[in-house]
């Protein structure tokens, strides 16, 4: 019998989590898994749950929580010998991953695609010594994104984080970042550098949709400066998916990426605070599958 294990944090979907457990159970038996189902409880117990399903060689891996534990959960799978087949089932606030890969956000229909034999190979990226999935971005305004509190992101949704982009603008208009990549060297100011694997970040479904999500390539930009006028400009842009095409902000393609500066810039990772820099950003191309409709 194929064996599959759910991870499960209890306290997303309004700790509603562990409602949608015995569905899941059903549907995998009927597809003849033998199901392990593990909660989480601390920091890190997804990526540890992860790790010793690929040493015991799973044949499935599912997801069932928001943004952190899928964040986790990969972290747990990423250059293991063995990589089970990945289910996500979104319970967060954003879900870019899952928005990325069409994965509905309504858990019903999410889980029913657990039917599904269809997979698709997904690039991840490397962060230094940790992965990502989405974003990667530094800057003011990414550093603000930290002061946005759950409840904000439940009501505004993607426009809580501008919100506390708007604060930081009166205070620091760019600093100075160096970008090497492919051989290559961009240097000057930035108000904010974004290196994107897919389409959706923050739930702005349109932030890059260049990027596809196995096309072995980080999608770049930077915006240079801005002001509380080029700061609606650029929300419309991305709004409207035409980013790249905006005034004040670079954009190009990359493999492999190192960003440093002279001030003392943090990242934010996929939401969460990240290395400050100097960093390094890199792809695994087609690294995972993960169950799709």
Request: net charge negative.
């Amino acid at each position: 019998m194929k064996k599959a294990m759910l991870i499960v944090n209890p306290s997303s979907g309004k700790e509603e989590a562990l409602d949608h457990v015995e569905k899941i159970e059903k549907i995998l038996f009927d597809k003849g898994y033998d199901v392990n189902v593990a909660q989480t409880e601390k920091e890190l117990d997804a990526t540890l749950y992860c790790q010793n399903a690929c040493k015991d060689e799973f044949d499935l891996v599912v997801s069932l929580g928001g943004d952190g534990t899928l964040h986790e959960t990969i972290n747990g799978m990423v250059d293991q010998k063995h990589r089970p087949l990945l289910g996500i089932i979104p319970l967060g606030t954003v879900n870019d991953f899952a928005r990325a890969l069409d994965i509905p956000l309504d858990v019903e229909k999410a889980i029913d695609i657990l039917k599904s034999n269809r997979a698709k190979e997904v690039d991840i990226g490397r962060f230094n010594d940790q992965y990502f999935v989405n974003i990667v971005a530094a800057g003011a305004i990414a550093e603000a994104t930290y002061e946005v509190k759950p409840q904000q992101k439940t009501k505004f949704g993607p426009l809580a984080y501008i919100m506390e982009g708007m604060k930081t603008i009166s205070n620091n208009s760019s600093y100075p970042i160096r970008i090497e990549y492919d051989g290559k060297v961009w240097e000057g100011g930035s108000f904010l550098f974004l290196a994107a694997l897919t389409n959706s970040a923050g739930g702005f479904e349109k932030l890059s949709p260049e990027a596809k999500v196995n096309d072995g390539k980080i999608h770049c930009y930077v915006v240079t400066q801005v002001n509380m006028i080029r700061l609606a400009s650029i929300v419309s842009a991305i709004l409207r998916g035409e980013l790249k095409n905006e005034k004040d902000v670079e954009y190009f393609k990359a493999d492999h990426i190192k960003l440093s500066s002279e001030e003392n810039l943090v990242t934010n990772v996929d939401g969460e605070e990240g290395d400050s820099l100097p960093v390094e950003l890199s792809v695994l191309p087609s690294h995972i599958r993960v169950v799709v409709e």
